[in-house]
Nanobody
Framework: QVQLVESGGGLVQAGGSLRLSCAAS????????KGWFRQAPGKEREFVAA????????YYADSVKGRFTISRDNAKDTVYLQMNSLKPEDTAVYYC?????????????????WGQGTQVTVSS
């Protein structure tokens, strides 16, 4: 059973930065597509960013484009989400996900494994 463990969340002021990390417990999925999603209170889960198996292809939601960067280090079985210029509307629980495929996806239903989530709170 693959386990994904997120870390790096916290409280930050608007305009600040955070870096989320997501480590996989099983190396088998270290070379597969990964994504980040988020869910704010009272809202549905939404796509944030995704990367293909080697990081050559990435995709972002319009709301974070230019501010967030997804990257991965397959040698460490870890995917990152660098979040800059944070806004109060970025406040949410952030989840990383892995899918058993090389190509990225923006739909949560196409991911097979999920982490437990990490809270990001941006104060105004």
């Amino acid at each position: 059973q693959v386990q994904l463990v997120e870390s790096g969340g916290g409280l930050v002021q608007a305009g600040g930065s955070l870096r989320l990390s997501c480590a996989a417990s099983i190396r088998t999925f270290s070379n597969h597509a990964k994504g980040w999603f988020r869910q704010a209170p009272g809202k549905e889960r939404e796509f944030v960013a995704a990367t293909n198996w080697n990081g050559a292809n990435t995709y972002y939601a319009d709301s974070v484009k230019g501010r967030f960067t997804i990257s991965r280090d397959n040698a460490k079985d870890t995917v990152y989400l660098q979040m800059n210029s944070l806004k109060p509307e970025d406040t949410a629980v952030y989840y990383c996900a892995a899918r058993g495929a090389f190509s990225l996806a923006t739909t949560g239903a196409l991911y097979d494994y999920w982490g437990q989530g990490t809270q990001v709170t941006v104060s105004s």
